[in-house]
């Protein structure tokens, strides 16, 4: 004979104390917050390309449409929940079932919201797929675990690995404390090198298994396919060189997590500088043969 | 022909109410309701595999650096995790609920194919020993994730074609069991308990089985061209031999949606049995709640791709499916506008089933906008294979589908039992489970959305303060759960009596019957009258 059962007040308030005891206990075992702390990063990077902050705006769009109807919904239901109790005295009005206006209302208006937002959407997915006019291509390969660039048609191809000081701290029980290791699992030993202002091409592909290229500061992420090759592009603001992270983003084995993606975008004459230096290095102009760039 | 006219009493044990005894009661089952137990049970028991395995998963995810588990055998605990959560919890536990509740609720005497019944029910506990030794032979255990793309798979050991098995058989279980479920929905509904009569749980599971019969085969289809691969030197996956890795994408996804679908259609009906019965107001808008499921079936099966939006589409393929993405959320949002709209100008009141329900509805909404969010192909790039994924669908997944298979305990238990269960213990099972739930999984969404990657052992130091929240929240969560079979075995074992009708508000024909049932219910189909007065709307 269970009729209405509401809240218990009282167990309600023991339970809230209770948890708000072991929720104190638990946050003190929590380090302290540091420099390289993470609790403020809540967001997705606005990125250091036009693309990047496009699609910021996107993400940013339906984060507060959806916000704006979880509002609408969840408050007409904690509206429901706190004036329609029975313990309250509410008596159900049961010939509220059926209503075709609301209905058409309510499908409707989400119907023109959403069509609303395709259009920002596609606008800016076909520009991430226009891939003419770039001025500098690279092919990027993944491999287990690691990544390969090739600057095609300037000669110039290297391995890039996760560094070592990271891959000697990740070991199992290597007991180094990993918040010491700089840019711990962020950090390769030979990043990809390119010129700021400049629209740059990738073509990416894999040597094994798939394999995915991100770097989240360019809002590209594209999967590198054993026997295919795809192609994306990006193009970062000429007042933003710099180095920007990123990781491989389809599993691909035992060491998925440890085979990072850095970028060292230079300034164009840097960039120059390195290619030439770079093309000397591994084409030495004494007239033997070129070797393939160490890994 | 004698129609049962009266509401059943609780001594209404005729002579017919014999069962068989000792084990052969169990392994010779052909009654839908101890095949329901039996279902549930097992699901029970996968629900505790798969969560230690998420704990395991927790537990190396609390610091940055590897403590405890050797990278390898880290991805197998994600891959297994998932496998058995999928197909060895959740969907299990949806088949025992239909088994134990569609007889009763269109008044049949049981399902149409009894005999199929036990083989659906008895391929699983070997198809999941088959599952679980793989992760002991050398190689350790399947480690591609449970999307299971090739090449990645293809480089497994010994434990491959054992998953591959398994999964084959575990299809095998559910094809056949959504046959029963079809024969027994549309041939042994009572008279006079039309299709748009029929609770919504019973019409949710309808379109369900439907789903599972068009895409169980499509799964067996990708697995077993994994497995020529491998070891038969097909091509199907390989660009050297003209084949295409992607194509195994598509293939899988092409089940795998409506695979997600078939995981959350059944939680849509029983939460819109469990909220009208705890607001005493019948559901609003039966109607629409029947055509917004088919919707969703139908367009289950023109989205797969928006797993894929990094795979280097075409731009008219990316088109397409983010647009095809964006709408199935309008029969989604149809049904919350539903659920909230029964509520309002109802007459509440909080038991466990309720709350639970209540719970879905907050916390699979949100998981549903976050949805709409990775719909956006743009912001999908920045998205995809990264923690906000997994904060997104384990949103639907356990406020969502786990929590309602709970709900659906909570409500129906009693009615199994005869027994009325520790009300104030499930509350506080209640009040965990959805308190730590989310410090579980809500800073996800800001780990993916920082740029934490999913499917990795180890993170970057500034990953490490909201991994440290979610796993603190995720061992909290796994201990919660102990209450739930601890309540049911309590249950199980004695408590209030009661009556037919357990609850107030429930209409239905399950509860015009005792509580307990008779072993052998409406063996003479129910009236007309009786069918009114259970009658949905």
Redesign the interface.
């Known amino acids: 004979?269970?009729?209405?059962?509401?809240?218990?007040i009282n167990?309600m308030r023991k339970?809230l104390s209770r948890?708000a005891m072991?929720a104190a206990l638990?946050l003190s075992l929590?380090?302290a917050?540091h420099a390289?702390?993470?609790?403020g990063?809540?967001?997705?990077?606005q990125g250091v390309t036009a693309?990047s902050r496009?699609?910021y705006g996107?993400?940013m769009l339906?984060?507060w449409?959806?916000v704006a109807?979880?509002v609408v919904?969840?408050g007409?239901?904690f509206y429901?929940?706190f004036a329609?109790?029975?313990?309250r005295g509410?008596?159900?009005?049961?010939t509220?079932?059926?209503?075709t206006t609301?209905?058409i209302i309510?499908?409707l208006l989400?119907?023109i919201i959403?069509v609303a937002?395709?259009v920002p959407?596609?606008t800016?997915?076909?520009k991430?797929?226009d891939l003419r006019n770039s001025q500098l291509t690279i092919r990027v390969t993944g491999f287990q675990w690691g990544w390969n660039y090739e600057y095609l048609n300037n000669g110039v191809n290297f391995f890039s690995r996760l560094d070592r000081a990271s891959d000697a701290?990740?070991?199992?029980?290597?007991g180094?404390?990993?918040?010491t290791v700089p840019?711990?699992?962020?950090n390769v030993d030979r990043p990809l090198v390119v010129p700021v202002g400049m629209k740059v091409r990738v073509l990416?592909t894999a040597n094994?298994?798939?394999h995915?290229w991100?770097v989240?500061a360019f809002?590209?992420?594209?999967?590198a396919?054993?026997?295919?090759v795809?192609?994306a592009w990006f193009d970062i603001d000429s007042d933003k060189p710099g180095l920007y992270r990123?990781?491989?983003?389809?599993?691909?084995?035992?060491?998925?997590?440890?085979m990072p993606i850095v970028v060292d975008a230079r300034s164009k004459q840097d960039f120059q500088a390195w290619l030439k230096t770079e093309q000397l290095a591994e084409h030495p102009p004494a007239a033997t043969a070129s070797a393939p760039a160490a890994p | 022909m004698a129609y049962n006219d009266h509401a059943a009493t609780a001594h209404d044990h005729d002579a017919h109410d014999h069962k068989p005894h000792g084990w052969r009661r169990w392994v010779y089952a052909t009654n839908h309701k101890d095949i329901g137990t039996m279902y549930l049970v097992f699901a029970g028991i996968s629900f505790f595999i798969g969560g230690s395995m998420a704990m395991l998963i927790r537990l190396e995810l609390f610091k940055?650096?590897?403590?405890?588990?050797?990278?390898?055998f880290f991805?197998s605990m994600t891959t297994m995790h998932a496998l058995e959560m999928i197909f060895g919890a959740v969907m299990p536990a949806w088949t025992g609920l239909a088994n134990w509740m569609i007889p009763m609720q269109v008044g049949a005497p049981d399902m149409a194919l009894p005999r199929l019944n036990n083989f659906s029910f008895w391929i699983l506990p070997f198809a999941f020993t088959l599952l679980l030794a793989s992760l002991f032979v050398p190689g350790g255990g399947p480690?591609?994730?449970w999307t299971m793309?090739p090449?990645?798979m293809l480089?497994g050991g010994a434990s491959f074609p054992m998953t591959i098995f398994a999964i084959h058989m575990m299809g095998i279980s559910s094809i056949l069991g959504a046959i029963n479920v079809v024969v027994t929905i549309m041939n042994l509904r009572a008279p006079g308990m039309t299709l748009l009569r029929m609770p919504l749980f019973v019409w949710t599971w309808l379109i369900t089985a439907y789903l599972l019969i068009a895409v169980m085969p499509v799964l067996a289809g990708a697995v077993t061209m994994l497995l020529t691969d491998h070891f038969f030197g097909t091509t199907f996956f390989?660009?050297?031999g003209g084949g295409?890795?992607?194509m195994y994408q598509h293939i899988f996804w092409f089940f795998g949606h409506p695979e997600v679908y078939i995981l959350i259609l059944p939680a849509f009906g029983v939460v819109s049995e469990i909220i009208p019965t705890f607001?005493?107001?019948?559901?609003?808008?039966?109607e629409?709640m029947v055509y917004a499921t088919a919707s969703i079936a139908f367009l289950s099966f023109i989205v797969w791709a928006h797993h894929m939006f990094?795979?280097?589409m075409p731009?008219a393929g990316?088109?397409f499916f983010?647009?095809s993405t964006?709408?199935i959320?309008?029969p989604t949002?149809?049904k919350?506008?539903n659920w909230?709209?029964t509520?309002?100008?109802?007459?509440?009141?909080?038991?466990p089933p309720m709350l639970f329900a209540?719970s879905f509805?907050?916390l699979f909404?949100?998981g549903g906008?976050?949805g709409?969010?990775l719909a956006?192909?743009?912001?999908d790039?920045?998205y995809?294979?990264?923690y906000f994924v997994v904060a997104h669908f384990h949103y639907v997944l356990v406020p969502g589908a786990v929590f309602a298979i709970m709900g659906g305990v909570y409500y129906w238990l009693?009615k199994w039992t005869g027994n009325?269960y520790d009300?104030?213990l499930a509350?506080?099972h209640f009040?965990l489970s959805t308190?730590f739930v989310n410090v579980l999984f809500f800073p996800q969404h800001?780990?993916g959305?920082?740029?934490m990657?999913?499917?990795?052992?180890?993170?970057?130091?500034?990953?490490?303060?909201?991994?440290?929240?979610s796993s603190?929240g995720g061992f909290?969560f796994g201990l919660s759960q102990f209450l739930f079979p601890y309540i049911i075995w309590k249950c199980v074992r004695g408590g209030?009596r009661?009556?037919n009708r357990?609850?107030?508000g429930a209409h239905g024909l399950e509860w015009e019957l005792p509580s307990p049932p008779p072993f052998h219910s409406w063996t003479d189909p129910p009236s007309d009258a009786l069918i009114q007065r259970g009658s949905a709307?």
């Open positions: 004979m269970a009729a209405g059962h509401e809240i218990d167990m339970f948890s072991v638990a929590l380090p917050a390289d702390s993470g609790w990063q809540l967001n997705m990077t693309m496009q699609i996107l993400h339906m984060f449409l959806c109807i979880a919904v969840f007409v239901m429901s929940i329609f109790r029975k313990s509410a008596i159900p009005d049961t509220l079932v059926h209503s609301v209905e309510w499908t989400p119907i959403l937002t395709a959407a596609a800016t997915l076909i991430t797929e701290a990740r070991q199992l029980g290597s180094v404390d990993v918040t840019h711990y699992l962020l990416v094994d298994v798939i995915s991100w989240p809002g590209v992420k594209k999967d396919i054993p026997g295919f795809n192609e990123g990781n491989c983003a389809e599993l691909c084995g035992r060491d998925h997590g440890f | 940055p650096g590897l403590q405890f588990l050797d990278p390898q991805n480690a591609g994730g793309y090449p990645l480089q390989t660009a050297a295409d890795p992607v607001s005493r107001k019948p559901l609003f808008g039966y629409a990094t795979v280097g731009l990316q088109l983010m647009l964006m709408l959320a309008i949002g149809v919350v506008f909230t709209a509520m309002y100008k109802g007459s509440l009141s909080f038991e209540l509805l907050f909404t949100i906008l976050s709409l969010m956006i192909v743009p912001a790039y920045q995809q294979d990264t009693p009325m009300l104030t509350k506080w009040w308190i800001f780990l959305l920082a740029g990657p999913r499917r990795i052992p180890d993170y970057a130091v500034q990953f490490t303060d909201w991994n440290q929240v603190i909290a209030v009661i009556g357990a609850w107030e709307h």
